[in-house]
C-alpha cells in the first residue's frame, strides 16, 4: 500500500487530544489542503471560519450537544456553505442592473445552489482530515454545527446566503494510536452496479453483522427491541436530531425568502 492509501485506512476520529498546539506551519498546510480540494466551477463557494477565541470553542462545546472535546481542541474549523460571497460580487459587478437591462429576471440562491455550495465545504473538510492524518494529527468531524441555527448565526456573524454544514476539531493524539478501527457495512451493500438495489431482510442481517457482534451484550436502548429499532431511538427520534432537522429548515427559511 503507498502512503497515501495508508494514511486513509489507518484513519480514526480523534476526541481527545494532547496539551499540545498545532504549529504554524502545520496550520497554514491544513489550511492549503482544503482550498486545493475540488470545487464546483473552481468558485470555492465555501468559507472556513478558523475559531481562534477560547471563549467561542467553549460555546459551540455546548451549542454542538454538549461536546467537551470541542473547547480542549486546538483548532476548530467551521466549513460554511457560502454564495454570500459570490452573490455580493454580483453586486459589486451591476448584475442586478444587467438584469434589468436585458430584462431578464436576477436569479438568486435556490436548494441547488445551497447543495452545490455545501459540496464545496464538505469536499474541502475532507481534505483537510487527510491532510492532518499525513502530519501525525487527527480530527473528528461535528455535525452538531447544524443545530442551533440562530445562535451560531449571530455568534458567527453569518449572513444570510452561508450556512455551517461541518466542522472538524484537530490536535495532536494523546497517545499512540491503539485499538481497532471502527467496522463498516460489506462493500456489496454500499456499491450498486450501475442501478440502486433495495435490500431484503436477509440482506440486512448480514449487513448489520458486524455492527452486532461490535455491539456485542450490551443492552438496546429503552422500549428496543432489536438493534435498528435501537439506531432509530438513539439517533434518529433523539433531541438532537430533531434540534438538527428544525435548525436546518430555519436555515433554508431566511436563505430561500423571496
Ligand atoms: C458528518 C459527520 C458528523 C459527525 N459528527 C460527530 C459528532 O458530532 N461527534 C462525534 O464525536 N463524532 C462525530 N462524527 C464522527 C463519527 O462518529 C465517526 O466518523 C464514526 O463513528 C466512524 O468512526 P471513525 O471516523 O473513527 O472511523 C461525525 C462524522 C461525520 C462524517
Redesign the pocket.
Known amino acids: 500500500m503507498n502512503d497515501s492509501l495508508k494514511t486513509i485506512f489507518n ?3 480523534l ?1 481527545t487530544f494532547a496539551d499540545k498546539d498545532i504549529c504554524k506551519e502545520d496550520r497554514k498546510l491544513l489550511l492549503k489542503a482544503a482550498m486545493r480540494a475540488p470545487t464546483a466551477g473552481n468558485l470555492m463557494s465555501y468559507t472556513i471560519i478558523d475559531v481562534k477565541d477560547q471563549g467561542t470553542k467553549e460555546i459551540l462545546a455546548e451549542t ?2 454538549n ?1 467537551p ?1 470541542i473547547a480542549k481542541a486546538p483548532m476548530v474549523l467551521i466549513f460554511l456553505a457560502d454564495m454570500q460571497r459570490l452573490y455580493d460580487y454580483f453586486e459589486y459587478s451591476g448584475v442586478p442592473d444587467l438584469c434589468k437591462k436585458t430584462g431578464t429576471s436576477y436569479a438568486k440562491p435556490r436548494e441547488g445552489d445551497f447543495l452545490l455550495a455545501a459540496n464545496d465545504a464538505i469536499v474541502a473538510a475532507e481534505n483537510v482530515v487527510i491532510a492532518a492524518e499525513s502530519l501525525g494529527l487527527g480530527s ?5 454545527i447544524i443545530e442551533n441555527f440562530e445562535t451560531h448565526r449571530d455568534l458567527l456573524k453569518l449572513p444570510r446566503w452561508t450556512f455551517p454544514v ?1 466542522m472538524l476539531i484537530i490536535g495532536h493524539p494523546k497517545q499512540k494510536k491503539s485499538g481497532s ?2 467496522t463498516r457495512f460489506p462493500t456489496e451493500f454500499i456499491v450498486h452496479e450501475n442501478s440502486y438495489r433495495r435490500l431484503s431482510g436477509q440482506d440486512f442481517d448480514r449487513m448489520f453483522h458486524d455492527t452486532r457482534e461490535h455491539f456485542g451484550n450490551a443492552p438496546y436502548i429503552k422500549n428496543a427491541e432489536n438493534l435498528g429499532q435501537h439506531i432509530y431511538l438513539r439517533k434518529f427520534s433523539s433531541d438532537f436530531m430533531i434540534e438538527m432537522r428544525r435548525s436546518f429548515k430555519a436555515g433554508m427559511k431566511v436563505w430561500l425568502e423571496e
Request: with cysteine.
Open positions: 484513519r480514526k476520529s476526541r454542538c450537544d461536546q472535546m473528528c468531524y461535528i455535525g452538531d461541518t478501527m471502527t
